[in-house]
């Protein structure tokens, strides 16, 4: 969708770079913070396990940053720049219900596992 708006136009290629640019180098920034954390904890388990369900706040307060982004640059950058935007937010939902069912499903695995054993 924001490819082919992009590809003809290469102020919509910008803008898409630029919201791109903006999310992804926040999300590592995030992701670096939040492993040094949980290095440096002694809970260092309960710190990753608090990382990853906190991601997909993360996530939205990202694309967030990237909509202000969208709506710092000159119009003709906007219409791919949004259509970027909008993709990123839906694979990051997506991924994160994803998650979350394995998450859950490895919660029961382990749970089980660990009746078994006793």
Do not use: C
């Amino acid at each position: 969708m924001a490819a082919s708006k992009a590809s003809n136009d290469p102020e919509a290629a910008r803008g898409v770079a630029a919201t791109n640019v903006v999310y992804w180098i926040g999300f590592i920034v995030v992701a670096v913070i939040s492993v040094l954390l949980g290095l440096v904890s002694d809970h260092v388990w309960e710190s990753l396990l608090v990382v990853a369900l906190g991601a997909p706040f993360f996530q939205l307060g990202l694309s967030l940053l990237a909509l202000l982004t969208v709506a710092a640059q000159p119009p003709r950058r906007r219409d791919g720049a949004v259509d970027a935007v909008i993709k990123m937010t839906v694979g990051g939902f997506v991924g994160a219900i994803a998650g979350t069912l394995l998450m859950v499903a490895l919660g029961a695995i382990v749970g089980a596992l660990g009746a078994l054993v006793r």
